[in-house]
């Protein structure tokens, strides 16, 4: 019986982070009484930081000092990594050999290495096939990634209240993230707008997710849309610790499809369920870092131009519908 994992990583910025949560869903759907601990061995991970809320009850705990393999030295034989301690399954996520060496004395049972996955023939090109991957092998074809479902007692209850359903039929919410953290990565505004408003002619609710820094065009969307929702900024739940990407994914579980750019909204909105509409700027990234989404529509600018812009709207509208529908 597996009691205790340990996950080795190199750490997770925002993006990694995310892209990586239906992996841990999986991961504790396949050993709800496991101890799982998350070893990010350069010392930074996310899920001590920024998605810790959203990670509780998934890692147990987080390692991230002491000899870990990161260390050129950590290799040799009478270096005691994680501090002499071993776990009845090790996933090493990582495809560096010397340091799936040291993860590997870890392990008093089971190992499973991207390492030695990776020299084989048919390693998938992208990152969320890779987690399912090895999921799929630490528990002989059982698990694999899975929405995540938050722990946190108050994160669904502010989604309910946020976005609530009526008890006989109600909105059918759509959720339109606009942001990216490049500007070369961004559909014009102006069309989520205009689709904004087809969303709204249609009957259904349009549901806006902007970051801190993009007031600007938070404003802009209220102008144009007035009669969408901002939940995120316009607060009536009366849960205030629920905020940030916890907030985010727990709202993604309220919508029938979303939009987003290749970019952190769209992987939190993926995580929490959401079927997820994504768009790309070139092809190579859009294959390797695609969302984690359970139903995934996927267009890329580079099929149809040279930058975001070329992105048709009835293209793009087409291909949400389909997602609305419930046709992959």
Known sequence: MVQSILIYSMGEVIGDGLIKLPFIAGLRAAFPQARITWCAAKGQTVYAGPLKAVTAG??????????????????????????GRTFDLVIDTQENARRSL???????????SA????????????????????????TDGAGAPRPLALFHPDAVDAARA???????????YVGLAPGAGGQDKRWPLERYLDLARRIEA???????????????????AREAVPEALFPEADRTDGFPEVRGPLLAIALAGRLTAAIANDAGPGHMLAAGGAPLLSLQKDRRKAV?????????ELLVAEDYGQDMAALPLDVVDAALQRLIAGVS
């Open 58 to 83: 998934y890692i147990d705990e987080v390692l991230t000092d002491g000899r870990t393999g990161d260390a050129a030295l950590d290799v040799l034989p009478w270096v005691r990594p994680f501090g």
């Open 102 to 112: 040291v993860a590997r004395r870890a392990a008093k049972g089971r190992f499973v």
């Open 115 to 138: 390492a030695a996955e990776a020299r084989r023939p048919g390693w998938p090109v992208a990152v969320v096939d890779r987690l399912a991957r090895l999921l799929a092998l630490a």
């Open 162 to 172: 946020l976005l609530p359903t009526a008890r006989h039929g109600g909105p059918v």
């Open 202 to 220: 249609s009957g259904r609710k349009a549901v806006f997710f902007f970051g801190p820094d993009e007031a600007a065009d938070a404003q802009a």
């Open 288 to 296: 390797k870092f695609r969302p984690a989404a359970s139903r995934l």
